[in-house]
């Protein structure tokens, strides 16, 4: 993409919608200001050629690409039913103009919270990645509606890496607000929450409601008369490699609650929270989430490959990245949901949810030098409430690379836990993401880091940080991966090294005062993204080598690198992004609310523990 083309018009996009019955309970809480929606409920979408296409099709009689040149205004015979049940999107008239700002050029622009007198000056690396960040923005009717996954002009087969991720978008993002630019979150956030209600289908089944794509792309679809109109065109794994689920992100659900709650509290656009359709989204996410099962576990069961080891890694059942993100899309739902009649019960219910979970992961997730020698001394087949060994789990699991690689004054929580089954691998976003959601203690948190200090060289090495510790080898590898040649050991997902959790890396150190420990690892990889022209990830033990099978100009490389030096040079902004400890939480049980005698859980004897 050799420039970004945007209309200096305002384009009154209009999405069609049909109605459906079932969100006929969403009401809006309180006056909308400054919102373009009917009264009617809002369900998603229709398909203007096909409603049954697997494409999100919608007609935009001055949305087209010879739109550019046409006035801006609505058509003016359009039927009164479409006008009725539409959602307007437009550049909103108090916020900086995205052109001038980041297509021209400019900066942040406008109004700026830096303190009087203090000047950034940007490095030569600094500017070259604004310049590939404003390079790999995309447009949907002449607005900014995301970034690229890549955007290497070398590459000749991109596969699905010239859609935009929602995942993936997450680091642009916070990019683009810390930067003082919301017009691209806003708009992001709202189109990919029509893609929401989109009829979705993988060989005749339909997913549940709430589930968002893992990514999207604009086509240009041609028309009568020489003319074309651009289309969203949403993939809900149902052109994915291997048809992995989408559920980190929906890989879109979870962060797109999280990236809501984060455009709202830089911005302070709360009016965001309050639309009908905004409302409306959250619930369905959490109906989705919260929906009964058969597991006896607060976390959340899912497949393998449902996060960002998006491939065969022997990760099924409930990984910690998945229970990290549900617990953070909890806690921002939670302040995001408007008290009504209407929500009540789903708060509570919510609130029950985050009690359980916090306590489950905290109890059993953790691992240091006394749980593991604890472990070492199991006991197996106890069938009582008053167990210890609560999972059954086979001292023999314990792998021997643990037993001496562990510090004395480190920890970190395990990787999955199911029945007589504990993954004792690290997983650094998980990991990391536990101390940002405050999913673990605070003394776990400070012990996450000290581990990650302590062997910085098997976690960090010549390139922060690694995905996943140990990687899988020899026999291992072949029956977990299935001999996955793109997840050989110490590449991709099996031990690569990932430049784009920086970001996160960088906000658990600032949220826990190591802010050291984020400069070193800024620092490192400063020495080497630029020349190397911003992978996606790199290989070896160490990080040594730019991954065989990755892709140059990565965007959430890139974005991940400006959000990590703007949050050090703002260390303020941080606590925006942030959760500290809700000691609330840990006075409800819903086990309290049992009048039977048995003793369900152990969290009175472990409250000494946790209150640290």
């Known amino acids: 993409m050799n420039a970004i083309k945007i209309s200096k018009m305002k384009f009154g996009c209009r999405l069609f919608m049909q109605s459906r019955s079932v969100l006929g ?36 009689p001055k949305c087209r690409q010879s739109c550019c040149s046409s006035s801006s205004k609505s058509s003016s015979n359009k039927p009164d039913h479409i006008a009725d049940h539409s959602t307007i999107f437009e550049t909103r008239p108090n916020e900086k103009n995205f052109e001038s700002n980041y297509v021209h050029g400019g900066g942040g622009g406008g109004d700026s919270d830096e303190p009087a007198g203090k000047t950034v000056v940007e490095t030569e690396m600094e500017k070259e990645a604004w310049r590939l960040l404003k390079e790999a923005v995309v447009t949907y009717c002449g607005n900014p509606v995301g970034t690229l996954a890549a955007n290497d002009p070398g590459d000749k087969m991109p596969l699905n890496y010239d859609q935009v991720f929602i995942r993936d978008f997450v680091p642009s993002a916070l990019a683009f607000l810390l930067k003082g630019e919301g ?23 339909s997913p549940g ?32 490699i291997g048809r992995v689920a989408p559920v980190d992100s929906g890989k879109t659900r979870l962060w797109w609650i999280i990236l809501l709650r984060a455009y709202i509290k830089i911005t302070g656009d709360y009016a965001m929270q309050e639309r009908v359709d905004v409302q409306t989204g959250i619930k369905l996410i959490l109906n989705l989430c919260l929906s009964d099962g058969f597991d006896m576990f607060p976390s959340l069961l899912v497949t393998d490959g449902s996060c960002m080891i998006d491939r065969r890694m022997g990760i099924h059942g409930h990984p910690l990245e998945i229970q990290s993100l549900f617990y953070s899309a909890l806690r921002c739902a939670r302040e995001m949901l408007a008290l009504d009649e209407g929500s009540k019960n789903l708060v509570k219910t919510v609130n029950n949810r ?19 020698n604890e472990i070492y001394r199991y006991k197996t087949e106890e069938y009582s409430t008053e167990a210890i060994n609560k999972f059954n789990i086979y001292p023999e699991q314990i792998p021997y690379w643990l037993m001496d690689w562990i510090p004395e004054e480190g920890g970190y929580m395990i990787g999955n836990l199911q029945p007589a089954h504990m993954d004792f691998r690290f997983f650094t976003l998980g990991n990391i993401w536990s101390i940002v ?13 000290n581990l990650l200090e302590s062997k910085w060289d098997d976690l960090v090495g010549d390139m922060p940080l690694k995905i996943i510790y140990p990687a899988l080898e020899e026999e291992e590898w072949r029956i977990i991966t299935g001999s996955d040649p793109k997840n050989t050991p110490w590449s991709y997902h099996n031990g690569g090294s990932w430049p784009t959790l920086l970001w996160q890396f960088t906000l658990a150190c600032i949220k826990m005062g190591r802010i050291d420990l ?5 620092d490192l990889a400063e020495n080497r993204l630029y020349g190397d022209h911003w992978p996606e990830y790199y290989d ?16 959430w490389t890139i974005a ?8 050090l040079e703002n260390p303020e902004k941080a606590s925006l992004l942030f959760w500290e400890e809700d000691y609330d939480l840990l006075e409800m049980c819903v086990c309290a609310l049992s009048k039977t005698g048995r003793k369900l859980c152990a969290r009175g004897a472990a409250k000494s523990q946790i209150l640290v």
């Open 518 to 522: 984020a400069r070193k690892a800024v």
């Open 437 to 449: 959601s405050s999913l673990s203690t605070p003394k776990q948190n400070n012990s996450i880091l």
């Open 354 to 372: 985050l009690s359980a979970l916090s306590f489950h992961i905290r109890e059993y997730y953790w691992i240091d030098m006394k749980k593991i």
């Open 560 to 567: 991940g690198y400006l959000t990590s030096k703007m949050l």
């Open 209 to 240: 409601q709430g589930l968002m794509p893992a990514s999207f792309k604009i086509r240009t679809v041609p028309l009568d008369d020489s003319k074309v109109e651009e289309v969203l065109d949403p993939d809900f794994g149902e052109s994915a």
């Open 540 to 555: 070896t033990r160490s990080g040594k080598f730019i991954g065989k099978q990755s892709r140059l100009y990565q965007t």
């Open 183 to 205: 017009e691209i979150v806003r708009n992001f956030l709202l189109n990919t929450l029509q893609l929401q209600s989109w009829e979705k289908t993988v060989d005749c089944y």
């Open 25 to 60: 309970f969403i009401k809006s809480p309180n006056p909308i200001r400054n919102l373009h929606i009917s009264s009617h409920p809002f369900l998603g979408l229709r398909c203007a050629n096909n409603q049954t296409h697997n494409h999100f099709c919608v007609s935009y």
